[in-house]
């Protein structure tokens, strides 16, 4: 069948259909086979050529995590002992990129706060007289939760998007007039002053930050791992 469809197409085209043929097999009805099944994750030969080279990047990549780089401009001694090139005046690429992404990543918090309120309309139900405190599975499952349910969904987004294990926490608050305690989440993009993040907005709308937000006050921030007590700095309980 493959010859005669060779020879049907005739000289060159013919060639390489049937050659094309021979390489990739034939299936079923005529059709072309699959294409080759990969294992993507082998462990590397002895003597493979790229494996040096990738560890080396890997080393540089993970210290450069750790060591601030040098500024624009400044001389770095590449592969080769060659300075790398100068930035062009005015132009700092550093500077243009943690900006894009500061900017970005407000914008991305900013949505989210519109959205879990939006959805709480919809999905807050109470917990009755036993206060529990449900999982991120257990909030799908029942379509919905209280507070402490709903700020899963906020506290996961922000971790599966990037933001940082040291920037996003769960926060319990409360209100000093009549004591009523509260979940949100809290976006540390300053250490001093985040972002709060209200599933609910029975603290607050928007993505004010904690400072922003009179008459609550933060009593515990924590994560899957981590548990902290927040207390007031000496000097403002000084005045």
């Not at 699959?34 to 294992?39: D, E, F, I, L």
């Not at 917990?127 to 939760?145: K, Q, S, V, Y």
């Amino acid at each position: 069948m493959v010859e005669h469809f060779a020879r049907k197409l005739g000289g060159a085209a013919g060639a390489v259909a049937f050659g094309l043929a021979l390489a990739v097999g034939w299936g079923c009805a005529g059709t072309l086979g699959a294409g080759p099944v990969y294992q993507y994750f082998a462990s590397p030969d002895p003597d493979d050529p790229w494996t040096g080279k990738i560890r080396n990047w890997q080393v540089r990549e993970d210290a450069g995590r750790a060591t601030p780089a040098p500024e624009a401009g400044a001389a770095v001694a590449g592969s080769g002992g060659a300075a790398a090139p100068r930035a062009p005046e005015g132009v700092n690429l550093r500077a243009k990129y943690s900006s894009f992404r500061a900017q970005s990543k407000r914008a991305l918090a900013q949505e989210l706060s519109e959205w879990i309120q939006t959805q709480a309309r919809e999905h807050y139900t109470e917990d009755g007289p036993i206060d529990h405190w449900a999982t991120l599975e257990e909030t799908f499952r029942n379509n919905g939760d209280d507070c402490d349910g709903l700020e899963l969904l906020v506290y996961h987004f922000l971790r599966d998007l990037g933001f940082g294990d040291d920037e996003v926490y769960r926060a319990i608050v409360y209100r000093r007039s009549d004591g009523q305690h509260h979940m949100v989440t809290f976006w540390f993009e300053d250490p001093e002053d985040p972002w709060v993040i209200d599933p609910t907005g029975a603290m607050t709308s928007g993505m004010p930050r904690m400072s922003e937000v009179p008459g609550w006050v933060p009593l515990k921030v924590f994560s899957e791992s981590d548990a902290f007590s927040v207390r007031r700095h000496a000097l403002a309980r000084s005045r």
